[in-house]
Nanobody, 123 residues
Framework: VQLVESGGGLVQAGGSLSLSCAAS????????MAWFRQAPGKEREFVAF????????YYADSVKGRFTISRDNAKNTMYLVMNKLKPEDTAVYYC?????????????????WGQGTQVTVSS
């Protein structure tokens, strides 16, 4: 699976951004997906997960109620809408596919990472 993220940028605190992750190389609707992020000097951390059908979603506590993950299987694309952004949301955001058929927040259980897109939230 090849993944390409887009939509990052610079936004003021309290603002919104929408990220996209375009996938190719395998039947998109056959696998779950997730968003992770990595801030400078920190480990990659889980943000949100969505099942293959989009019927179930999971979020890190730090983004719950502010971020929404979704997918459009007809467009082979996953999205992350980020509202009420905070400076601590600043990071490179990655999409990824888990290599196990279950929900997991462990980055080591994901492969097929995209190149990432930078999100910067100014205070």
């Amino acid at each position: 699976v090849q993944l390409v993220e887009s939509g990052g940028g610079l936004v003021q605190a309290g603002g919104s951004l929408s990220l996209s992750c375009a996938a190719s190389g395998r039947t998109f609707s056959s696998y779950a997906m997730a968003w992770f992020r990595q801030a400078p000097g920190k480990e990659r951390e889980f943000v949100a997960f969505i099942t293959w059908s989009g019927g179930n979603t999971y979020y890190a506590d730090s983004v719950k109620g502010r971020f929404t993950i979704s997918r459009d299987n007809a467009k082979n694309t996953m999205y992350l809408v980020m509202n009420k952004l905070k400076p601590e949301d600043t990071a490179v955001y990655y999409c990824a596919v888990p290599r196990i058929r279950a929900y997991t927040t462990y980055a080591s259980l994901y492969d097929n990472w995209g190149q990432g897109t930078q999100v910067t939230v100014s205070s």
